[in-house]
């Protein structure tokens, strides 16, 4: 078992989940922007995949925030040791499988795998499957056609979802300097715009200084 269950009478936000599991939406979001020049130059040089660098960057801030890393299971809330990554990939036909992504905190094991998820991917060996059972997660896209302002996530409300999802758009530049907006959705029970604002900063901080490959 790699989660522990919450005491929830020892919490501080205790109150704050009770009063927001209770919603009918409990999610909020953020947009935001992201400095991802010194990433990109990296990827560049390495010849690396800039979105697989991306993806790494951002499943390993959110790992280190714990409250990414909680989820709603039952009444009570759990806590991963760990999360990993589930992101859409566009096909050849122009639709879309997930592929999923185990962290371990080491880029090159990371890299390696998101390279044959990929490739599996394009053979057609890999099944279309949400994974909707997973709750060690989080649920990644990116729309590289559209530099977003705003983004909304669909929610099946019937189920007790708490994954956090990320999107990423169409990277652009601004005063010599390469930007990729990002949206992030979260349940409000389990964290507020502290937390998030926490995340944003380890994964902008990882993305102006991407030692994580060498």
């Known amino acids: 078992m790699n989660y522990r269950q919450l005491d929830l009478n020892q919490w501080s936000r205790k109150n704050q ?36 660098a991306l993806l790494f960057a951002s499943i390993d801030a959110a790992n280190k925030v714990k409250e990414f890393r909680y989820r709603l299971k039952g009444d009570g809330v759990v806590v991963y040791d760990s999360i990993y990554a589930g992101s859409t990939i566009l096909n050849d036909d122009e639709t879309f499988n997930f592929c999923y992504f185990d962290y371990d905190g080491d880029f090159s094991h990371f890299n390696a795998n998101a390279i044959l998820q990929i490739e599996n991917n394009k053979k057609g060996v890999v099944a279309f499957d949400g994974r909707n059972q997973d709750l060690d997660i989080i649920h990644f896209s990116t729309i590289p056609w559209i530099s977003f302002t705003s983004f909304s996530n669909p929610r099946n409300f019937k189920t007790n979802d708490s994954i956090p999802k990320i999107v990423f758009g169409k990277y652009y530049e601004k005063k010599g300097r390469k930007h990729v907006p990002i949206s992030v959705e979260v349940h409000h029970a389990l964290m507020d715009g502290l937390h998030l604002g926490r995340y944003l900063e380890k994964l902008q901080n990882l993305l102006n200084y991407p030692d994580f490959i060498r």
């Open 17 to 52: 989940f009770e009063f927001f599991k209770k919603y009918d939406n409990p999610f909020f979001n953020i947009c935001s922007s992201l400095d991802v020049t010194e990433l990109y130059k990296l990827c560049q040089q390495q010849q690396l995949s800039f979105a697989t």
